[in-house]
């Protein structure tokens, strides 16, 4: 597992590679098996998540601290 900026988690999402999942209040968020790929931690703790579906390789991105972290992590 990769530690990230935050910032480069953000661009990622940005850039369309990846979905942004921030908002997602359930796991249904992500239709399919996942596994962590990479994080993002500050001074508080975790602040970004980026993960990989392992059927389809598509990428998503937790870009702030949110629900979604503690629901995915």
């Not at 530690?3 to 661009?11: L, N, R, T, V």
């Not at 979905?19 to 992500?30: G, L, P, W």
């Not at 994080?39 to 993960?51: K, P, T, V, W």
């Amino acid at each position: 597992m990769r530690k990230y900026k935050q910032s480069e988690i953000k661009a990622i999402a940005r850039s369309k590679y990846a979905v942004d999942i921030t908002k997602a209040h359930s796991r249904e968020a992500i239709p399919e098996q996942f596994e962590q790929v990479g994080y993002s931690a500050g001074m508080y703790g975790i602040n970004g998540a980026l993960f990989q579906g392992t059927e389809t390789g598509t990428m998503y991105a937790i870009t702030a601290r949110s629900t979604a972290l503690f629901i995915f992590c």
